[in-house]
């Protein structure tokens, strides 16, 4: 059995017959606080074509969610390129400098964050992608970093969701406990991920259906993070 299974066991089983009150929250980025599939794809493009690589903005959609090195380096490859890592470098540098006119930043971001912090709620930041992408969003958010207790990007864990690594790490980063948290999540394999990590998870219908997310094991399924911090107390009081 793996050291996150046997994790997400223990914390089960301290959870049996009782819930404990969520003190704290792990957030996923794309889907949740921000859209940024439109600005990291234009921003891909025109990396790609400053490398001689004729591609178009349909074909990225086949490497969404699997990383930016394949997310860059499945396109350029589909055209007859070596892929270098001086294209991601480039469309990073690109997607940074674009931010702020093509990121979207779902509405309520900014106030549930601050809300949740000045009502004592510890919170983290959990995210496939690479930091440089996980820091632009964020100030494009217009947080400071250190309202999170941990940032865990793409490239701090080794297996990808539906693993519960990554979240098992922010928590482990924050010194939170799995029991007494809750994930954000906008897809059916970060749910899979939260409910393996022995977490809680509220899935906003960003990218899934609610069915989906409900099938996935979602414990709460809302169309935005604007009622985050009542869903959270609804799912305190119905478990005590």
């Known amino acids: 059995m793996s050291p996150e299974s046997e994790t997400a066991r223990l914390n089960r089983g301290a959870r049996n017959g009782f819930a ?9 980025m794309d889907g949740v606080l921000v859209d ?11 990396a790609l074509h400053g490398f001689g690589v004729d591609a178009r903005y349909e074909d990225f959609k086949q490497f969404t969610g699997m990383g930016e090195d394949m997310f860059v380096g499945g396109v350029a490859r589909l055209h007859g390129h070596e892929f270098l890592t001086q294209m991601k470098d ?32 510890g919170l983290a930041l959990a995210s496939a992608a690479d930091a440089v992408k996980v820091k632009a969003n964020i100030a494009c958010i217009g947080v400071q970093e250190d309202i999170f207790a941990a940032l865990v990007t793409g490239s701090d864990v080794e297996r990808k969701k539906p693993d519960p690594e990554i979240f098992l790490a922010a928590a482990a980063k924050a010194g939170f406990d799995p029991c007494v948290c809750a994930v954000v999540e906008d897809a059916v ?23 989906q997310l409900e099938e996935a094991g979602a414990d709460r399924v809302i169309d935005g993070i604007g009622r985050l911090e ?5 799912l305190d009081a119905c478990e005590h």
Not at 91 to 119: N, T, W
Not at 197 to 211: E, I, L, P, Q
Not at 230 to 234: A, G, M, S, V
Request: proline share 1%; hydrophobic share 45%; charged share 25%.
């Open 36 to 46: 940024s599939e439109d600005a990291i794809t234009l921003a891909a493009l025109e």
């Open 90 to 121: 480039k469309a990073y540098e690109i997607y940074v400098s674009k931010a702020d006119e093509r990121v979207r930043v779902f509405p309520h971001a900014k106030r549930v964050l601050s809300s949740l912090a000045s009502h004592g709620y």
């Open 20 to 28: 404990l009150m969520i003190k704290n929250v792990i957030f996923d």
């Open 189 to 211: 394999s970060g749910v899979m991920a939260a409910k393996a990590a022995g977490m809680r998870c509220v899935a906003v219908t960003t990218s899934f259906s609610a069915r």
């Open 230 to 234: 009542e869903t959270l107390k609804e």
